[in-house]
């Protein structure tokens, strides 16, 4: 196929407008995949992808279409992940294409996500084509969605794509537009290799696996190629498509999308956005908007049994492999023993990794909340790094603290604009900016600091909007904040992985709640606990768990053994989540206490 029938697309949307959907319907379409061989949304491969109903990882797709005009195109379909942790992966996929399908979901009009994406699609100068999904609905609002795209966004209507992807209607009429719509790739065929990697996942067999789209000259099979931001080099041993299996290739041309393999370690070594080139030939400059991604949000990992230390650094470890996003180092605790300090780039990042080690590493773990990442000033004049609250010097070693902020934008219908408000001012919010999208609809924008933002603020997001509201954001930069450390003692002894930091005006309002829920949480001993929260050496509030003899076979009078057998294997299994902090037992929901006080 000619440069000039090569068509690289992408599809944008907010979760759950359909874009898996689409995409299944257009590789059954152009007969990529027979009908007998699809699997349900054959774009999210991996499980937990497919049971949250979330893309993480890019898949890409090669169609191959005649078009109405009889002329053969291959159409490269690039699957971007759906959430705002993954913002970088989004934003280097949609620079491989040179248009995006955008999937609005007409029983819902434009979300924050739908804006947020596109927004990224236009900044990557892409040709954006709207699409109205769901038409198939009874709430289905054409003329009130298109209405929302057209002034919000600003994007031309007049002939837009209603589809229902779930009926297979429109298909057609979408792969004519992005045949039509989407510009073909820039013909830079004399140039030296450049190619950008997209996606970059670890398989046993080949090493990691780069996803790529060569934006100038061309890539062979046994080419030395150069990495141009991480300068490692490799001798290619395979390269190919994804149609959407792997089928191997010996040459790919500029504007063409393929993988390849070159026994490469780690994903490190080989990171998206990073430019291959030839070694021989290398380019000049490599292509623009390469990241070395860091993470946001950090918790402690702790396996519940001290034994299985070393099998839990050996599954980080695999795990890292495929995630360069992924950092660890080791943690040492009194408390909680050995174990390793982690960060993500967000919170769900947090629980999928969390999630992968219990469940395919077969790891039982005690995981500490999680937190962002502070900077402090001591009063040497040294700008410490903290992503670890007991890790906050005292207070007469500061000089100042600061914090992550975000740009957060919420989007829903007008009548909870009163509730959304409430809560972002509750957690710290300073309001910017309100825009009417239509006159039932609004965007509220929001500078607020991100520790407020990766606590339960979601979750009352929805909650105050029945479910309308959506939102998004990103980061903005540290600022300078009155914080303190507010620390926990169980027992009379510090607690260091319940300690956090919080603003100095709600401190006595977060121990208070703090306190009062770890004595719900924690279960009673032999002996009288009393829990406090410290701020420096001034208590700020205390509570008191009173002692309590437990004899629970006591209930089980008669000889029933079998049922006191039961009685005791269910009291241990309860008791395998708990770390002893001192004398006392702690179990895996006090850790996270802090993040639902409300
Ligand atoms: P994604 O999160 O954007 O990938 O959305 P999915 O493709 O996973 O779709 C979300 C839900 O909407 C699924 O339950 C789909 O079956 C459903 N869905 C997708 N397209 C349509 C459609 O055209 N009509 C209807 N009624 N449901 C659809
Ligand atoms: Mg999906």
């Not at 038409?135 to 031309?156: F, M, Q, W, Y």
């Not at 965007?443 to 009352?460: G, H, N, R, S, W």
């Not at 089980?556 to 053994?561: A, F, L, T, V, W």
Request: charged share 25%; glycine share 6%; with cysteine.
């Amino acid at each position: 196929v000619p440069v000039s029938n090569i068509r690289n697309f992408s599809i944008i949307a907010h979760i759950d407008h359909g874009k898996s959907t689409l995409a299944d319907q257009l590789l059954l379409k152009t007969k990529t995949v027979a009908e007998r061989d699809m699997v349900e949304q054959f774009m999210d491969s991996n499980d937990i992808e497919r049971e949250r109903g979330i893309t993480i990882k890019l898949n890409t797709a090669r169609m191959k279409y005649t078009a109405k005009d009889g002329q053969l195109y291959a159409l490269n379909l690039i699957d971007t992940p759906g959430h705002v942790d993954f913002t970088y992966e989004v934003s280097r996929s949609l620079a491989a294409c040179e248009g995006a399908l955008l999937v609005v979901d007409a029983s819902q009009g434009v979300e924050a996500q739908t804006l947020a994406n596109v927004w990224l699609a236009l900044e990557a100068d892409l040709e954006v084509i709207p699409i109205l999904n769901k038409i198939d609905l009874p709430g289905a609002d054409c003329e009130r969605v298109i209405r929302e795209i057209e002034e919000i966004i600003g994007l031309d209507c007049s002939n837009i794509l209603q589809v229902s992807a779930k009926m297979g209607l429109g298909i057609e009429e979408t792969l004519e537009a992005i045949v039509h719509r989407v510009p073909p790739p820039k013909n830079n065929i004399g140039s030296n290799l450049r190619a950008l990697i997209f996606d970059s996942y670890y398989d046993a067999y080949r090493g990691v696996v780069c996803q790529f789209r060569v934006t100038d000259g061309s890539i062979s099979k046994g080419d030395v190629v150069r990495m141009m931001n991480t300068g490692k080099e490799y001798q290619l041993d395979e390269i190919g498509v994804l149609a959407p299996h792997k089928v191997e290739v010996d040459t790919l041309y500029c504007g063409e999308v393929g993988y390849l393999a070159a026994q490469i370690k780690s994903v490190k070594d080989a990171r998206v956005g990073d430019t291959v080139t030839q070694k021989s030939a290398p380019a000049a400059e490599p292509l623009a908007g390469y990241q070395d991604v860091q993470p946001m949000v950090y918790c402690g990992l702790f396996p519940t049994n001290s034994d299985d230390y070393q099998d839990l650094r050996e599954a980080l470890g695999k795990l890292q492999l495929n995630d360069a996003a992924l950092k660890y180092e080791p943690e040492v605790n009194n408390a909680m023993g050995f174990g390793f300090r982690c960060g993500f780039l967000g919170l769900l990042h947090m629980e999928i990794v969390q999630e992968r080690l219990e469940r395919e590493y077969d790891m039982d773990l005690v995981t500490t909340a999680p937190t962002v990442v502070y900077e402090c000033m001591t009063t040497d004049g040294e700008v410490m790094t903290i992503n670890c609250p007991s890790d906050v010097p005292e207070a007469s070693k500061r000089e100042w603290m600061a914090e992550p902020y975000v740009r957060l934008e919420m989007v829903a219908p007008k009548e909870y604009v009163g509730n959304l408000m409430d809560l972002a001012n509750n957690r710290r919010g300073e309001f910017v900016e309100m825009k009417y999208l239509t006159d039932s609809r609004t965007t509220l924008i929001f500078d607020i600091p991100l520790a407020e933002v990766v606590t339960d603020y979601f979750d009352e997001l929805k909650s105050r909007s029945k479910g309308y509201a959506s939102m998004e954001y990103k980061i903005t930069g540290y600022r300078k904040n009155e914080l303190v450390k507010l620390e926990v003692r169980i027992n009379g002894e510090p607690a260091d992985p319940l300690a956090v930091v919080c603003h100095r005006d709600s401190a006595y309002k977060i121990g208070k709640a703090l306190v009062h829920k770890l004595k719900e949480l924690i279960p009673r001993q032999m002996f009288k606990v009393p829990i406090q929260a410290c701020i420096g050496v001034k208590v700020v509030a205390s509570e008191t768990i009173a002692p309590y003899r437990k004899d629970v076979l006591a209930k089980c009078y008669g000889g029933d053994m079998s049922r006191k057998k039961k009685l005791l294997n269910k009291q241990a299994e309860g008791k395998k989540r708990m770390k002893a902090l001192g004398k006392v037992e702690v179990p895996q929901a006090a850790f996270m206490a802090v993040l639902n006080l409300n």
